[in-house]
T-cell receptor, first 113, second 113 residues
């Protein structure tokens, strides 16, 4: 079975500061891992995905994530936060590619001027 | 390209009423899924389908029915609405390639009084 833990339901940063959103996973098989972003009143948009290729994955909007098997982690980072990054971010895991995603509880990113 | 279209966007029901949430995709995707999103719980899989005529249960299927008579449509039925089903419902679809992401609709916000 797969599960995801996102540490911190809310993360606050200043504009221009580093963004770090934490995700730890549990999987009985080599996992597929994803980060999605949700803007208010919208659906989920894929930021990036890990599918057993490179461990450092680059996504859209300047975000990237590093797969660390020894730490069972897939933390999301961005060097410099923008106001437009304020949204809710979800980490998800799947054992079968993109089908049957198991989501974390989400982290709301707040960006202050 | 419309992508995944969900209707209605908002709905208020009384306990015991029935309703069908509609989901349509125009990308000829084989896989379609329904999730519910509740505060602090992320998204949880209700039902999914791997193709026309084939459906299966996800994590939280009780109180919901689905059918898949065509590739394009995947309606979700609440037979007797309960207040516990108050949630935001998301439909998603994806193609058969493991590299293709899930595409999400904008959601249906459902309140059960």
């Amino acid at each position: 079975a797969q599960s995801v833990t996102q540490l911190g339901s809310h993360v606050s940063v200043s504009e221009g500061a580093l963004v770090l959103l934490r995700c730890n996973y549990s999987s009985s098989v080599p996992p597929y891992l994803f980060w999605y972003v949700q803007y208010p009143n919208q659906g989920l948009q894929l930021l990036l995905k890990y599918t057993s290729a490179a461990t450092l994955v680059k996504g859209i909007n300047g975000f990237e994530a590093e797969f660390k098997k020894s730490e069972t982690s897939f933390h999301l980072t961005k060097p410099s936060a923008h106001m437009s990054d304020a949204a809710e971010y979800f980490c998800a895991v799947s054992a079968t590619g993109f089908q049957k995603l198991v989501f974390g509880t989400g982290t709301r990113l707040l960006v202050s001027p | 390209n419309a992508g995944v279209t969900q209707t209605p966007k908002f709905q208020v029901l009384k306990t015991g009423q029935s309703m069908t949430l509609q989901c349509a995709q125009d990308m000829n995707h084989e896989y379609m899924s329904w999730y519910r999103q509740d505060p602090g719980m992320g998204l949880r899989l209700i039902h999914y389908s791997v193709g026309a005529g084939i459906t299966d249960q996800g994590e939280v299927p009780n109180g919901y029915n689905v059918s898949r008579s065509t590739t394009e449509d995947f309606p979700l039925r609440l037979l007797s609405a309960a207040p516990s089903q108050t949630s935001v419902y998301f439909c998603a679809s994806k193609g058969t390639s493991s590299n293709q992401p899930q595409h999400f609709g904008d959601g249906t916000r459902l309140s059960i009084l």
